[in-house]
């Protein structure tokens, strides 16, 4: 399965490094960097973890916010993505391959720990969960966010909608986010425990379980951080942000 995935990732990712390229010239640089600095309680420099990177949004952002990142993918195509973004941008995020199911850190690493539209690939979240339980420091932050990525295969008022939503982005702007070459090789949903879910909720019983305390939610940030091409399209699967901190 984590070869699968890194797989389908490296397929999709020149698709993904030109959709990270138009963020970074957008308002969502300044918008995500309010978001992610407001929940945290110091100004001083942080050791941040970056799950899942992708092109590096999150890493390039933070690392010009003067902090210092990690920034790990099990892509090996979407990190050369990231290290082009970065070099261009200016900044020098750490960059590793590396599958969020066997991390290599040592406990107690890292003063936040994020992640952006990853959890739902997650094949065993709870133990994913409970690893970075692991490498947070003591008062550290966990943020997750994501959205029911899928969950419209499992629900059939939500698929219509999704369906609806597709056919007006397509006649509005007249293209998705899609690219047909990046779907040659299509991820498994069935073994994906989280697409069968209704979400941040089961996150919440999840988090707690692994010993984290303060887990909260906001159900949907995306007027902050989507535009209104995401708001038609991914409508039906708003965007969540979940906090938790290790005690």
Known sequence: MENNMGKYWTQAADNYGKIIDDELSSFRPEAWKSIILG???TTNQLKILDVGTGPGFFSIILSQADHEVTGIDCSEGM???????????GVWPVLKMMDSHTLTFEDNSFD???SRNVTWTLKNPTAVYDSWHQILKPGGKLLIFDANWHHHYFDEALMEEVKEREQRCLEIFG???SD?????EQINI?????????????DINALKSCGFIGVDYIRDITEKVWDAKEKMLFGASPMFMISAVKE
Request: proline share 5%; aromatic share 6%.
């Open 79 to 89: 990190l050369e993505i990231a290290k082009k973004n970065a070099k261009k941008h």
């Open 112 to 114: 936040l720990i994020l």
């Open 39 to 41: 929940e945290v309680a």
């Open 190 to 202: 069935e073994l994906l425990p989280l697409s069968k879910v209704m979400r941040p909720d089961w």
């Open 175 to 177: 293209s998705t986010f």
């Open 180 to 184: 047909a070459k990046s779907q040659e």
